[in-house]
């Protein structure tokens, strides 16, 4: 019964068979679009990443690292987008993958300290082509998968025009 300026998260205890919701990030009244969040979580830390306005930045809101608590929601990276593509690997660094909202390129947003700080690496990982047709989204979803040892694979669709796309 609410717009998409809410993000909830349901909990089960019980191998799911019931649900409790709560709500994680209420910006209703604000005209600020909370859209596409994804948890990414390690041992008892729960990241909740999110669109902090309609096509802006992308906002956190996090566990202490016991998963007790939940701190102030912060905007980690500018001129971003994004959804689910993130993975928490097994050697502690954070990768995301974004989509440049100027550019349309993929952009890799990484935290090496649990959450913590973050960083966008000046390098896209794909570049958009230069010739988007209107419309276009170019860099769509990256999925990266942690291989162990540091190694990260990363498969990435990037829509060409309204009508083709590719994985990179």
């Not at 709560?22 to 910006?27: G, I, K, L, S």
């Not at 390690?42 to 902090?52: A, C, Q």
């Not at 500018?78 to 593509?85: H, K, L, M, R, Y």
Request: proline share 4%; hydrophobic share 35%; net charge negative.
């Amino acid at each position: 019964g609410e717009t998409i300026d809410t993000v909830w998260l349901a909990f089960s205890s019980d191998g799911g068979t019931t649900w409790t919701t709560t709500r994680y990030v209420n910006a209703i009244g604000a005209g600020k679009h909370t859209n596409e969040p994804w948890a990414i979580v390690k041992g008892s830390k729960m990241i909740v990443l999110y669109r902090d306005g309609s096509w802006s930045n992308i906002a956190i809101k996090e566990t202490s690292a016991d998963g007790t608590t939940w701190l102030t929601p912060r905007v980690v990276a500018t001129n971003s987008t994004a959804n689910s593509g993130s993975v928490w690997t097994s050697n502690g660094t954070i990768y995301v993958i974004t989509r440049h909202t100027q550019t349309r390129d993929a952009m890799l947003l990484t935290s090496r300290d649990s959450g913590a700080t973050w960083a966008t690496d000046p390098v896209p990982l794909l570049r958009a082509p230069a010739n988007l047709g209107s419309g276009s989204l170019g860099m769509t979803y990256g999925a990266p998968v942690d291989l162990g040892d540091g190694l990260v694979w990363c498969p990435i669709g990037l829509e060409q025009s309204l009508d083709t796309s590719r994985i990179y």
